[in-house]
């Protein structure tokens, strides 16, 4: 069952087109990446889904409920986490913690003290004097504390320390593992890469690719180091091979994900010594899409 | 699904209740407590029969009329008929502030600063902010109505009744309301709080000089500013409820309208999409003194336009005086008596004028120093100072528009008065008189400016101070003499120093002792902020 569906959504800011038809859908009980260079439209998306913004054309459906008309429906079970955290400079951030849990009528109480324990927030000082990292924790424990099916969680670490980073990916690890669905938007490919189960690249109000990493990874090369007892022949001349250069530690050259195999079957020909491939990194597939 | 857009209002009133928990009662002991002392206070001024008879005749001026409203119930001038006509407009335009306030506060700022973003990814209704914000705002109004209404009579001073005191307090209440429904509106469909709280002061500012005109002479002008429908209650005398139910179902059109509003747009969005502006920095935007003149310009333009519109206003009023003294048999003894020795009616009024009219222009004077600080306290200063830019720079660079603000809107403050004047007057009066009286004032401003650095030099978080000394300021010279108090109080005031032009002769002494002073306050200010923390 899909969890959050978005069909051929246009949002107009006057005449400025900033989402151009996306198309996305977050299944139940995955983590849903959402990446794609500054102003591409992610948090233009988030915020249609959150009912915030209204769509131009096109529908986004989240639980099955329309975001805008049933938005007070839906977010009684979604938590939210933007990337720039704004609160009220004279309430703590216990008081603001406390209000959030009141307006969504649940959550769950000795859970928050243990996030905030984990998340290292003193709840007692006041929001104008926390820093920028813990602006943002007191919106993820206000998340996390809320026992919701799906989060939307926009850049939600920009601003965490490493430690923190990872007390997060736990809880995203944790939420999942309770079947819960997350949808991830980031800066931080590492974290996407270590989260996500799927992912779709979203640039200039266009979603251009959607897939498993596996997928995704198909769509581009991987690098290859080889020695060979005999010197390779005509290897440029070989489908899907690329940007061959001679180094000491050998040949190196990419190839085109989908055609490796016929590529090894061809360097087995000249008695392979050593060879090294590495599987392409998020943060090239994305190069290639943002160039 | 109306319900829906509403769900978690209650909540959201319990958090602003929480978060104004100081601010609030401040506000409401200000409002009402003031309103409500002044009745004893007046009462021992004017209480016998003779000085209500003198103040009967001096409210009767058109210029009286003009600042504080009409005069009711003239065969039986009791204290209740004068505290009416001397205080309520000025009350309801207290009130008026309040709510403002209270409002933007609570929606375009809490919007503009990204608060709301995530209160709305919440099961909240999408209009239950707004919502929130308008129940609270009449509670608020309620309990001051309330305060005042029960509050007033507790001194058993003749004239002052029950009923009549419900109904001053109510009125000031329903007036609040239409004020804080208004700036519901102005929020949705600007697109920025510090428009929108313009717009709404503007409002403001608007409905009170439309009900001087009104009250003067074009009776209709007074009815449609909400200012103006206050005195049309005549508390105490008439007691009419049909202004406050005119008020109410005035409020109610607003919240609607802002509803409306409020249901189509998108969150941080006023009605009409922002428009791209400049790809490069215009010429002007070239340093530290074009930052601040791009970000003051709005505040220049806006505020030059306000005092041209007022002087324009007051100015074409001046003719109506002279028919109103012809008709008015009283007035043209008082007249002939002449208020003050040798002075004439119309001296008095360009005195009076020139007070108000200063008074108005420090108010944009102020904002241009404190905005200093309040870029400052939202961190785009940080940036700027990190980029090779003293402080002392800063601070130079905002003092200087403000100082040279405060001579050019006084300047055309003035000239707009005279001449406006010059057209309807037969005799045009001398235009150096004019100067003259009007510029005296800029000494007693540039205290205030002085006292705006001083604050942000050792007191940043309390620069708000510098609106209530002038509001004080003001006060003190609106309305001390006719409320007689000793020279020496009226002397704290700054404005109250200075010689009174066509009516008292020029006298340099206090000019340069003021001028004195705010140099040493701007020294002190300057050398606070150079010391102190950046926050
Ligand atoms: N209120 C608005 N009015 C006009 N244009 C807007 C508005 N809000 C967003 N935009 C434009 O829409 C585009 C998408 O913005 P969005 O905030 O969704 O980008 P993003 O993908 O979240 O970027 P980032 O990675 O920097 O957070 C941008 O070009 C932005 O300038
Ligand atoms: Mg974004």
Redesign the interface.
């Known amino acids: 069952m899909s969890i959050v569906s978005v069909q051929n959504l246009t949002k107009r800011?006057?005449?400025?087109e900033a989402l151009k038809g996306v198309n996305l859908e977050v299944k139940e009980g995955e983590v849903f990446g959402f990446i794609g260079p500054n102003g591409a439209g992610k948090s233009t998306t988030i915020?249609v889904l959150?009912?915030?913004?209204?769509a131009s054309e096109g529908a986004a459906t989240v639980f099955g409920k329309d975001a805008w008309?049933?938005?007070?429906?839906i977010?009684?079970r979604?938590?939210?986490?933007?990337g720039?955290?704004?609160?009220?400079p004279?309430?703590t951030g216990g008081?603001v913690i406390d209000?959030?849990t009141?307006?969504?009528?649940g959550g769950n109480k000795s859970y928050r003290e243990d996030l905030i324990q984990r998340f290292d927030l003193d709840p007692s000082k006041k929001c104008r004097t926390y820093s920028k990292g813990n602006r943002q924790k007191v919106?993820l424990v206000?998340a996390f504390a809320s026992e919701a099916d799906l989060y939307?969680l926009d850049e939600p670490t920009s601003g965490l320390d490493p430690l923190m980073e990872q007390v997060f990916q736990q809880y995203v690890h944790e939420v999942k593992a309770q079947g819960k669905s997350v949808l991830l938007s980031s800066h931080i490919l590492q974290e996407v890469e270590r989260l996500c189960d799927r992912v779709s690249i979203i640039r200039q109000g266009e979603v251009i690719e959607t897939g498993t990493l596996q997928e995704l990874r198909h769509l581009t090369r991987t690098s290859i180091t080889v020695k060979t007892e005999r010197p390779l022949e005509s290897l440029a001349a070989q489908p899907g091979v690329h940007d061959i250069a001679e180094e000491a530690e050998g040949t190196m050259f990419s190839v085109d994900t989908e055609l490796l195999g016929q590529s090894i079957g061809y360097l087995g020909q000249y008695g392979i010594v050593s060879l090294e491939c590495t599987p392409p990194t998020l943060e090239q597939l994305f190069m290639r899409h943002y160039e | 699904?109306l319900k829906?857009l509403f769900?978690?209002t209650s909540?959201?009133i319990l958090?602003i209740l929480?978060?104004d928990r100081v601010r609030i009662p401040a506000w409401l002991l200000l409002v009402a407590g003031f309103t409500v002392a002044c009745v004893p206070l007046f009462n021992n001024m004017f209480g016998s029969a003779d000085e209500l008879q003198g103040m009967a005749e001096m409210m009767q001026n058109p210029a009286m009329i003009a600042m504080v409203g009409p005069v009711y119930g003239l065969d039986n001038y009791h204290m209740g008929a004068m505290y009416t006509n001397f205080m309520l407009v000025l009350m309801a335009m207290l009130a008026g502030a309040m709510n403002i306030f209270f409002v933007t506060r609570h929606t375009r700022q809490?919007e503009e600063?990204?608060?709301l973003?995530?209160?709305?990814?919440?099961?909240?209704?999408?209009l239950a902010n707004l919502a929130a914000t308008m129940l609270t705002a009449v509670k608020m109004n309620a309990v001051m109505a309330l305060l005042i209404g029960f509050g007033m009579v507790v001194f058993g001073v003749d004239g002052v009744t029950l009923s009549g005191s419900l109904i001053f307090g109510a009125a000031m209440g329903a007036a609040g309301l239409v004020f804080a429904a208004a700036t519901a509106v102005f929020c949705q469909i600007s697109g920025s709080n510090r428009t929108a709280s313009g717009m709404a002061l503007f409002y403001l500012v608007l409905a009170y000089m439309l009900r001087a005109a009104g009250d003067v002479g074009a009776e209709a002008l007074s009815l449609i500013s909400p200012l103006g429908l206050t005195s049309r209650t005549q508390a105490f005398v008439g007691n009419y409820l049909w202004p406050i139910w005119v008020l109410l179902g005035a409020a109610v059109a607003f919240a609607v309208l802002a509803l409306v509003f409020a249901k189509v747009r998108?969150?941080g969005?006023g009605m009409?999409?922002?428009?791209?502006g400049r790809r490069h920095a215009g010429r002007l935007l070239s340093g530290p003194l074009g930052l601040a003149l791009r970000l003051s310009k709005t505040t220049l333009l806006v505020w030059g336009f306000v005092l041209v519109l007022f002087g324009v206003m007051y100015g074409s009023v001046m003719d109506q005086m002279d028919t109103f003294i012809g008709e008015n048999e009283t007035l043209q003894q008082m007249f002939a008596a002449g208020i003050t020795d040798g002075a004439s009616y119309t001296d008095e009024f360009v005195a009076l004028l020139m007070v108000l009219m200063s008074a108005m222009a420090t108010i944009p004077v102020l904002g241009l120093m404190l905005r200093l600080r309040s870029e400052e306290k939202q961190g785009y200063l940080e940036r700027v100072l990190a980029g090779s830019v003293s402080r002392v720079k800063m601070f130079g660079v905002y003092f200087g528009i403000a100082l040279v603000a405060s001579t050019v809107f006084k300047l055309i403050s003035i000239l707009s008065l005279w001449s406006a004047a010059s057209i309807v007057l037969d005799a045009p009066p001398a235009l150096g008189t004019y100067l003259s009286a009007g510029l005296n004032y800029l000494p007693a401003m540039w205290v205030l400016l002085g006292l705006a650095t001083l604050l942000i030099g050792f007191f940043p978080k309390r620069t708000g101070l510098a609106y209530g000394y002038l509001g004080l300021s003001f006060f003190l010279v609106y309305m001390g003499n006719l409320i007689g108090f000793p020279d020496w109080v009226i002397h704290l005031s700054p404005f109250g120093n200075i010689p009174r032009l066509p009516l008292e002769a020029q006298n340099w002494v206090p000019l340069l002792v003021l001028a004195g002073i705010s140099a040493v306050l701007v020294g002190l200010g300057l050398a606070g902020y150079r010391k102190r923390d950046l926050t």
């Not at chain 2, 009409?272 to 791209?276: D, G, Q």
Request: positive net charge; proline residues 4%; charged residues 30%.
């Open positions: 800011f006057g005449k400025f915020r959150l009912g915030i913004l209204q008309k049933d938005a007070v429906e977010h009684k979604i938590a939210y986490v933007p720039d955290v704004n609160l009220w004279n309430m008081e209000l959030f009141r307006l969504r009528r919106a206000s939307i | 699904m829906r769900s978690g909540a959201l958090f929480r978060r809490d600063f990204g608060r973003e995530v209160v709305r990814s919440l099961p909240v209704g999408r998108d969150l969005q009409v999409a922002a428009r791209p």
